[in-house]
């Protein structure tokens, strides 16, 4: 369930039109749905990688998988979702068998009534699970600061359970000439108190703790490491250590309560696990400073960074893991960053930054920086070294910003494409292509995009692709950027997104190929001995046109195809298969070859019987941390080995570290590309005589 508290539903059917038909139930029930479909177990899992559902509902059908089966791939994907078993019939003794199954609910087909009225039970149970979950965070994090208190405080503070001590700060320790936490762990709280006043201590903490004593304060005498008496005030009240009911004892000390009160301000800003400001913090000082004129002239932007799949990390590694994990994303980022920045831990597994530099490009480079960093972190927790990788989005704060609600609004969704384009990315957020995104008008964005061509705010990046067996033929990946009308750069997740929504994305496409084949031309009239990889998007495969316009250009350019490889991804060539088969016999027939890209990412190695690609390009997913993640290792292995009985070459893209690389020496992969080996940049010129094995 998103924010906006869109459900997403995963629907087993027989076809699009029946899951769509169940969607519209729900809908007319009063429900705020998405759905995936899926029919067979690669959909499924396909659907899972893509969206995580909150709820499943499960068609019945000869063809269909088996709500058994459904359910060990929602377990394959650590998917807790409810199930929903929609069938023929649904007698009582299969009701009952269902649910001993672990089936949430099994209801006839012929009964909308009573779906509604079960969908309605769970949605309602997964609020409440939302809720319970934000509530365990919320004490998780009061208990923690809660700790930090008592650790830094001037008093003396003790936590005690059935009359023993579990639990001593600094100061109590100090007042009674305690050196170690061990000494004073497990020792009977009797042993601090004067041997004349024990029994009324006694008396008193058994009337606390059976809730009959009317105070909770006792003035007695305590005594010194000399054992000698001195007069305390003891204060109890309840508390938790390690989640195990506990009581507190606070020894009043006289000192002044200044730098406590100091200490409780900043605990009240601070995210105890990170050390960063915390969210309700951050928005204050973004609103501040954003009403107060920029009087330095410093470029402004906020950064946002989600963690990407931090949750299931997390229930794979435990709490104290991720939780060390966090605190090296925050080191990282407070190494980073400015002194005049502000960094806060704004989620679960995002953080904020109000970032000031000199310029936007500055800003861009910082969060180039910062991706590279986390996605070569390594956090070791009870000997098991855990990595990950971030998503960042950037948004430049301005005129066109005004508010810090709208500045978050822009910079989240910005975090979110360069997410949903497969994570370890980064995506600028532009103000000319939100303006934009509201319009209704097709006509309109098509304006813009030919006005983007016609002034040239389309230009072209490189990034070489480079072997690891002594190949020295140039071979580069044609990348597409754009200047924005206020002359700010980005990337392209966001424009091209909307592009294709709106059935322009073949537009581009042609584009890219029309100007990546008249460098090409030039190049090759220099005797360059040189290829170009063209992604292509998933709308563009059902213009059937397209091979025979691409024969023309190669035609007109004077070039060979040998020269020429264009990129589907899995997904795209998964989810369009017709069109894709026809796509590829057409290229290959120009001598084009083509390769898929992030293979592996939807896990349908059977893809490649349908779609004789001619290269693979290995997920970007599986690279990030190879170095020390075993499971990625494995699978990186099972890739080569299958393009190597496929008579396909093998690219790992995505290589950002010296671990990823010095891992991939070791696996026969051919080539490899990532900001690693060279940044995306307009030169092409390369070393490639000077990089190989």
């Known amino acids: 369930m998103d924010n906006g508290e869109n459900l997403r539903i995963l629907i087993v059917e027989e076809s699009r039109n029946d899951a769509e038909s169940l969607a519209n139930v729900l809908r007319n029930a009063g429900h705020r749905i998405s759905f995936s479909h899926g029919k067979e177990a690669a959909e499924i899992e396909t659907a899972l990688q893509e969206q995580l559902p909150d709820i499943v509902l499960c068609g019945s059908g000869e063809t269909l998988p088996s709500p ?68 365990n965070e919320t004490l998780r994090e009061s208990e923690n600061r809660c700790h930090a208190l008592i650790k830094n405080s001037s008093d003396a503070v003790a936590y005690i359970h059935e009359g023993m001590h579990v639990y001593a700060n600094q100061p109590y320790m100090d007042l009674f000439s305690i050196d170690t936490p061990e000494e004073v762990d497990g020792t009977p709280i009797l042993d601090m108190i004067s041997n004349d006043q024990r029994d009324t201590f006694r008396e008193f903490l058994k009337g606390y703790l059976d809730k009959q004593a009317t105070a909770n304060t006792l003035e007695i005498d305590c005594l010194n490491p000399a054992g000698e008496p001195f007069q305390s005030s003891m204060e109890l009240s309840p508390a938790t250590m ?55 002239g410093d470029h402004r932007a906020l950064i946002y960074i989600t963690l990407d799949n931090f949750r299931a990390i997390r229930d794979e590694t435990g709490i ?74 950037i948004c430049t704060i301005n005129d066109q910003a005004s508010d810090a609600q709208g500045i978050l609004a822009y910079a989240d969704i910005a975090c979110e494409v360069a997410r949903s384009a497969g994570g370890n990315q980064l995506h600028t957020h532009s103000y000319i292509v939100n303006e934009q995104a509201g319009s209704e008008q097709e006509e309109e964005w098509d304006k813009v995009i030919r006005d983007t061509i016609d002034e040239e705010r389309f230009y072209l990046a490189y990034q070489p692709i480079v072997s690891l067996k002594g190949d020295t033929q140039q071979r580069y990946e044609v990348l597409l950027r754009i200047v924005d009308g206020t002359g700010q750069i980005i990337l392209p997740g966001q424009f091209l997104a909307i592009a294709e929504k709106t059935g322009l994305s073949g537009e581009i496409d042609r584009w890219i190929i029309e100007a990546t084949f008249r460098e090409l031309a030039e190049l090759r009239n220099n005797d360059n001995d040189i290829s170009f990889y063209i992604k292509l998007s998933g709308g563009t495969l059902t213009d059937t046109s397209l091979a025979s316009w691409i024969g023309e250009k190669l035609q007109e350019h004077e070039l060979s195809g040998d020269n020429v490889v264009f990129e589907i991804s899995e997904c795209s060539a998964f989810n369009d298969m ?116």
């Open 68 to 135: 058994k089966d459904v359910q060990t791939l929602l377990e394959k994907h650590k998917v807790t979702a409810p199930v929903i078993v929609i069938s023929g019939e649904a007698s009582e003794s299969d009701v009952v068998a269902a649910k001993k199954s672990g089936i949430a609910a099994l209801i006839s087909y012929d009964e909308v009534d009573h779906l509604q009225l079960v969908f309605d039970r769970e949605v309602s149970t997964l609020r409440l699970q939302i809720k319970l979950q934000m509530l």
């Open 578 to 693: 017709k069109n894709s088969m026809q796509f590829v016999r057409e290229i290959q027939q120009l001598q084009c070859k083509v390769a898929l890209e992030h293979y592996g990412q939807g896990n349908q190695p059977q893809l490649l019987k349908h779609i004789p690609a001619d290269i693979l390009k290995i997920d970007g997913a599986l690279i990030g941390g190879l170095g020390s993640n075993k499971e990625q290792q494995s699978k990186v292995q099972e890739i080569i080995e299958l393009a190597r009985e496929g008579g396909q070459q093998c690219i790992a893209e995505c290589v950002d570290d010296a671990g990823s690389l010095a891992h991939l020496w070791q696996t026969g992969v051919d080539f490899i590309q990532g900001n690693f080996v060279q940044e995306p940049c307009k030169n092409i010129d390369y070393n490639f005589e000077g990089e190989t094995a």
């Open 242 to 296: 390690d989640g195990e009911p506990c009581t507190q004892i606070i020894i009043r000390a006289n000192a002044s309560n200044a730098a406590l009160e100091k200490k409780i301000k900043a605990l009240t800003q601070q995210d105890m696990i990170t050390g960063l400001v915390n969210r309700q913090y951050f928005i204050q000082e973004l609103k501040e400073r954003m009403s107060a004129p920029n009087t330095s």
């Open 320 to 393: 104290e893991a991720s939780d060390q994990t966090l605190r090296d994303i925050a080191t990282i980022l407070k190494s980073s960053c400015g002194e005049n920045d502000c960094l806060s831990r704004f989620g679960d597994c995002c953080f904020t930054i109000l970032h000031y530099d000199i310029n936007q490009e500055n800003t861009l480079k910082l969060g180039e920086a910062l991706l590279h960093q986390i996605a070569g972190n390594l956090s070791e927790v009870n000997g098991r070294a855990i990595t990950m990788t971030g998503s960042i989005g």
